[in-house]
């Protein structure tokens, strides 16, 4: 890590952007991925850096839907395995649902990569994707999945998506789970539920949230009665405050 005191105004950014210039370094986050990385430090900012109500009232639908899932999976790709890899393990074990991997750029042999990343940070399984499961409705490499695990997915939990798949996802009938810092992102207006914030402090929640779920009429309640586009304008409307100083 580079040398950032504690005392910066700055420094829990600054420490995200060093796990991220590691992943590029370990061959798990593509290049690619510091671009898409500062395009979403820039929203952070926006939104104060820090969990707002709004991104509080998405993580509570998403816990209920994921833990009405009847197959959840969640799928990683290089830049929230580089960010977040024992959150995802602990989300993973809350719910019972498999880990997959899957991006777009597969430079270098990237998803094995990922895979042994997680399996070094504790996971006991990786689903890799597979010539033998395609999605539809998408053309890039992120149409192969693993036949038990995206594609018969009724939930997927994809944090920093890209949004092509989570549109491909949604209009074949699964629900779609993103954490995304734009909420104006064809992600987040295509997702089920769309949490606007850093996934570093959406995932503890998500997970505390999902162990604090008791009945089911409770988690119904939340699920079917969430609006994700009432979400996205309050996310909006506390950027543009933000913005006008």
Same mark, same amino acid.
């Given at each position: 890590?580079? /040398?950032? #005191?504690?005392?910066?105004?700055?420094?829990?950014? &600054?420490? +995200?952007r060093?796990? %991220?210039?590691?992943? =590029? !370094?370990?061959? %798990?986050?593509? %290049?690619?991925?510091l671009?898409?990385?500062?395009?979403?430090? $820039?929203?952070?900012?926006?939104?104060?850096?820090?969990?707002?109500?709004?991104?509080?009232?998405a993580?509570?639908?998403a816990?209920a839907?994921?833990? &009405?899932?009847?197959? #959840?999976?969640?799928?990683?790709?290089?830049?929230?395995?580089?960010?977040?890899?024992? !959150?995802?393990? !602990?989300?993973?074990?809350?719910?019972?649902? #498999?880990?997959?991997?899957?991006?777009?750029?597969?430079?270098s @042999?990237?998803?094995?990569?990922?895979r042994?990343h997680?399996?070094?940070?504790? $996971?006991?399984?990786?689903?890799?994707?597979?010539? !033998?499961?395609?999605?539809?409705?998408?053309?890039?490499?992120?149409?192969?999945?693993?036949?038990?695990?995206?594609?018969?997915?009724? =939930?997927?939990?994809?944090?920093?998506? /890209?949004?092509?798949?989570?549109? $491909? +996802?949604?209009?074949? @009938?699964?629900?779609?789970?993103?954490?995304?810092l734009?909420?104006?992102?064809?992600?987040?207006?295509? $997702?089920? %539920?769309?949490? =606007?914030?850093?996934?570093?402090?959406?995932?503890?929640l &998500?997970?505390?949230a999902?162990?604090?779920?008791?009945?089911?009429?409770?988690?119904?309640?939340?699920?079917?009665?969430?609006?994700?586009?009432?979400?996205?304008?309050?996310? +909006?409307?506390?950027i543009?405050?933000?913005? /006008?100083?």
């Amino acid at each position: 890590m580079s /040398d950032v #005191p504690k005392s910066h105004p700055r420094y829990l950014s &600054l420490t +995200l952007r060093d796990r %991220i210039v590691e992943g =590029v !370094e370990n061959g %798990i986050t593509s %290049i690619h991925g510091l671009i898409a990385h500062g395009r979403g430090e $820039a929203f952070d900012y926006l939104i104060g850096e820090k969990t707002q109500p709004f991104a509080t009232d998405a993580i509570c639908a998403a816990a209920a839907m994921l833990k &009405l899932s009847n197959h #959840p999976v969640i799928s990683v790709n290089g830049n929230v395995a580089a960010l977040a890899p024992k !959150e995802l393990i !602990e989300l993973g074990n809350i719910l019972k649902a #498999p880990l997959e991997v899957n991006i777009f750029h597969t430079e270098s @042999g990237r998803e094995e990569k990922i895979r042994q990343h997680l399996l070094n940070n504790g $996971a006991n399984e990786v689903l890799m994707p597979s010539p !033998e499961a395609q999605l539809s409705f998408i053309d890039s490499n992120r149409k192969y999945v693993h036949p038990e695990g995206i594609f018969i997915a009724d =939930v997927v939990f994809v944090p920093l998506e /890209d949004g092509d798949r989570c549109e $491909a +996802l949604r209009k074949m @009938g699964k629900d779609v789970v993103t954490v995304d810092l734009n909420p104006m992102s064809r992600t987040a207006l295509q $997702a089920s %539920i769309t949490i =606007v914030d850093n996934v570093v402090r959406a995932l503890p929640l &998500l997970c505390e949230a999902i162990q604090k779920q008791s009945s089911d009429s409770d988690l119904q309640h939340k699920s079917t009665h969430y609006r994700n586009e009432d979400i996205l304008q309050q996310a +909006l409307q506390h950027i543009s405050r933000s913005s /006008d100083g």
